[in-house]
C-alpha cells in the first residue's frame, strides 16, 4: 500500500510533515488513509485524512473493537514522530463516538438486557413435583431484585490503558461484540471494594455481597465458591446521551530517567538521571466523558442499595480507571430515573 502523507492541517506548523507508511494487521488490506487537501478563505488550505474502505469513509457505525486493535499504521518520519501514527484511528474514534452512531443497534442491546433483567425479577414457580407433595406450600417467590444506576462522569474518564493492540500504546475498554466504550463488570466490582473499604464495612459484609475468592471464606453455600450476593453487569452507554470519546495526550517528560528505572531494565546499566534536556514524548490515549447505565442484581434492595453506596463513595474519593491524579476518573453513581408508563397524569 503507497504511502500516505499526515498533513500540516493536524501537525504544529513549526513540525515538517509526517510520512505514514502502509497499513498493517488484518484490515491493512482493506482499510487505507484518504488525505485530502482544501483551499478556505481567509485561512489558507486544510487538510483532512480520513479512514477509507474502498471506496468509502469508515463510518461512525463501524465496530471500533475491529479499527481500533486490527489496524496500525506505520510511521516512517523518524522516532520522534512516530507517536504520530496512533492520530488516524484516535481520529476516528472521537468522531464516531467509538462507533456509537448506530443508536438502533445501541436500543437494541437495551431492550435485551432489560429482557434479562425482567426475566430476573420474575416471581419463580413453585416445581409441579413440589405442589404434588406439598399442596399447602406457598406460592410462586421473587428470584431477586434489579438496581439500575446511571454513572456520570465528572469530566472523563479512562479505561483500559492497560490493553495495547497494534500500534496503540495504549488501549480502551471496548464491548466484546459491539464495540462501544465500556465499564467492565470487573472494573465495577473492584471500585465497590475500593468503597466498601474507604466506607469501613465489616469483612463479613463485604464477602456477603461482593464475594471472596478463598475457598474457605466464600460465603456462598451453593453454587460457585466465592460468589458474592450482588451481580454486576458491564456498564453501557446511556442510550439518551450516550459517551462522548476524547483523544487525549499525556506528555512525560524525563523518559530516559523512567524506563531505565522501570522493573526488567538492565540491572548492570546505570540509571541516567532526570534531565530538561531530555525531549518530551507524546503519549496519545482514548478517554470518554458522559453517562452509562450500570445494572446490579442481588436478593434484596438493602444489599443493592449498600453497594450502591460504595461505588458513590469509591468514585468521589478513588475515581476509577488510569490518570486519576490528572483528574479523570471521577463520578457520581445514582439510582436511575423511574421510567413513565404512560399512564400518569399530567399535573
Not at 464516531?96 to 436500543?107: I, T
Not at 474519593?317 to 439510582?335: D, L, N, Q, S
Request: proline share 9%; hydrophobic share 35%; net charge positive.
Amino acid at each position: 500500500m503507497a504511502d500516505q502523507r499526515w498533513g500540516a492541517g493536524y501537525d504544529d506548523p513549526s513540525e515538517e510533515t509526517v510520512t505514514l507508511g502502509a497499513a498493517h494487521g488484518p484490515l491493512g488490506r482493506t482499510v487505507h488513509l484518504r488525505h485530502v487537501e482544501v483551499e478556505t478563505k481567509g485561512r489558507g488550505t486544510e487538510a483532512t485524512t480520513t479512514l477509507r474502505a474502498g471506496g468509502k469513509d469508515v463510518g461512525g457505525d463501524a465496530n471500533a473493537l475491529m479499527v481500533l486493535r486490527r489496524l496500525s499504521f506505520e510511521a516512517t518520519g523518524g522516532r520522534k514522530k512516530k507517536w504520530q501514527a496512533h492520530r488516524p484511528l484516535h481520529d476516528w474514534a472521537a468522531v464516531s463516538q467509538g462507533g456509537q452512531h448506530d443508536k438502533v443497534l445501541l436500543n437494541r442491546v437495551t431492550e435485551r438486557r432489560q429482557a434479562l433483567l425482567d426475566r430476573w425479577c420474575a416471581p419463580r414457580p413453585v416445581p409441579r413435583s413440589v405442589q404434588r407433595r406439598f399442596p399447602d406450600a406457598a406460592g410462586p417467590s421473587p428470584r431477586g431484585c434489579v438496581l439500575r444506576l446511571v454513572l456520570t462522569c465528572e469530566w472523563r474518564l479512562a479505561t483500559g490503558l492497560g490493553l495495547q493492540f497494534g500500534v496503540l500504546d495504549s488501549g480502551m475498554a471496548l464491548h466484546g461484540t459491539y464495540g462501544w466504550p465500556v465499564i467492565p463488570a470487573a472494573t465495577l466490582k473492584g471500585l465497590a471494594a475500593a468503597g466498601a473499604r474507604l466506607a469501613e464495612a465489616a469483612p463479613e459484609r463485604m464477602r456477603e455481597l461482593l464475594g471472596d475468592p478463598r475457598p474457605l471464606q466464600a460465603p456462598a453455600r451453593t453454587g460457585p465458591r466465592g460468589r458474592g450476593g450482588v451481580v454486576f453487569l458491564d456498564a453501557l452507554p446511556d442510550t439518551r446521551t450516550g459517551l462522548k470519546v476524547h483523544s487525549d495526550t499525556i506528555t512525560p517528560h524525563q523518559q530516559p530517567y523512567y524506563t531505565d528505572t522501570m522493573p526488567g531494565a538492565d540491572p548492570a546499566g546505570e540509571p541516567r538521571p532526570p534531565g530538561e534536556h531530555h525531549a518530551p514524548v507524546p503519549v496519545p490515549f482514548l478517554s470518554v466523558s458522559g453517562r452509562l447505565c450500570v445494572d446490579l442484581l442481588g436478593t434484596g434492595p438493602a444489599d443493592l442499595d449498600t453497594v450502591r453506596q460504595w461505588l458513590d463513595l469509591a468514585g468521589e474519593e478513588v475515581g476509577g480507571g488510569g490518570r486519576t491524579t490528572a483528574g479523570y476518573g471521577y463520578f457520581t453513581c445514582k439510582p436511575a430515573p423511574a421510567k413513565k408508563t404512560g399512564k400518569e397524569k399530567r399535573p
